[in-house]
């Protein structure tokens, strides 16, 4: 097992971070690096855009980790900023792109955008879960370890971490499936 992997949002690690200590900055910067990447290339329309949200992510983070208010919250936070500067470089794009012809191949830039606004609305679900059902849900669905990984990590049996699985899933469906009015105008 991946040590970087399993340790990079350890809540010891975070409290150290937001202490200041630059050992533990810096092993959260290099071990955040992966997952960050890989969330802004779901969100973000062009690899660029998700290059330099991913950036931004990991400067924001070590700027400004004294300033989280929970070790816990440190992915949900991490996440945020991801989808906020994706969002952002959307609205850019929208405003300085030209139209594009009816007949264009592809799916077009409109269609991207809405993709990744619904992305961001998968974001802020899983955000406002608990944190013991959004670490289960982060550490199995978005990062991809096994359920005995999961697990074993949290200290949990596997029928009490399938348990806060299958009730994170639930609520981050029921979140989705309620119209959100409104979402749409405030994001741009």
């Known amino acids: 097992m991946d040590v970087a992997e399993t340790t990079w949002s350890d809540e010891r690690l975070v409290a150290a971070a937001r202490r200041g200590d630059v050992e ?45 208010r929970a070790s816990g919250a440190l992915v949900s936070w991490m996440f945020r900023i991801i989808r906020n500067e994706c ?12 139209p594009l012809p009816e007949a264009a191949a592809g799916p077009s830039a409109e269609d991207e955008v809405f993709e990744r606004l619904e992305a961001a609305r998968v974001a802020a679900a899983i955000a406002a879960l608990p944190a013991e059902q959004r670490q289960v ?11 005995r990984m999961v697990a074993d990590a949290l200290g949990l049996s596997t029928a009490a971490m399938k348990s806060r699985l299958h009730r994170a899933r639930a609520a981050v469906q029921r979140t989705l499936s309620d119209p959100a009015p409104g979402d749409l105008d405030a994001a741009f």
């Not at 969002?87 to 030209?98: F, G, K």
């Not at 849900?137 to 359920?147: H, N, T, Y």
């Open 137 to 147: 849900l982060i550490m199995r669905d978005v990062q991809g370890l096994s359920g």
């Open 24 to 68: 533990s900055i810096a092993a959260l910067v290099a071990g955040a690096h992966p997952h960050v990447q890989r969330f802004a290339r779901s969100l973000c329309a062009t690899p660029e855009d998700a290059e330099d949200a991913a950036q931004e992510a990991l400067i924001v983070l070590y700027r400004k980790i004294g300033t989280l």
């Open 87 to 98: 969002i952002r470089r959307a609205r850019l794009m929208m405003r300085s792109q030209a």
